[in-house]
């Protein structure tokens, strides 16, 4: 993935939606988990890890913000039921790739010469 398109993509996705903060504070959050894990498709973070890194919210703050972007399909979870246990993430891409040119700058790689 690639963040800044990624970062682009939710702004765009945020003007059309409306998500409470702590779905908004918990997406950034794992976004810029998966940035620093050099974006694996699924990744693990304990709900403690997690929850400090929002700012201390509480479990069932957290749990409300996991199941709304769920629900509105940013986010794919399995978190753990017990406070410290392990949770598993996949956000969802909210970009497309775009083809890269031809080394030679033509868009089929067929350049008139």
Avoid: C
């Avoid at 997690?50 to 972007?69: D, I, K």
Wanted: no cysteine; hydrophobic share 35%; net charge negative.
């Amino acid at each position: 993935m690639n963040y800044i398109s990624q970062l682009n993509g939710f702004r765009r996705w945020r003007g059309e939606h409306t998500l409470p903060a702590s779905a908004q504070l918990l997406w950034y959050t794992l976004t810029g988990e998966q940035n620093i894990r050099l974006w694996p498709e699924e990744f693990s973070l304990s709900v403690t890890d997690l929850r400090r890194m929002m700012g201390g919210v509480s479990v069932n703050t957290l749990r409300r913000a996991r199941n709304v972007l769920i629900e509105a399909g940013l986010l794919e979870a399995d978190m753990a039921t017990v406070g410290g246990e392990i949770s598993h993430f996949r956000l969802t891409q909210l970009y497309e790739e775009k083809a890269d040119p031809s080394p030679d700058g033509s868009p089929d790689g067929s350049a008139d010469g």
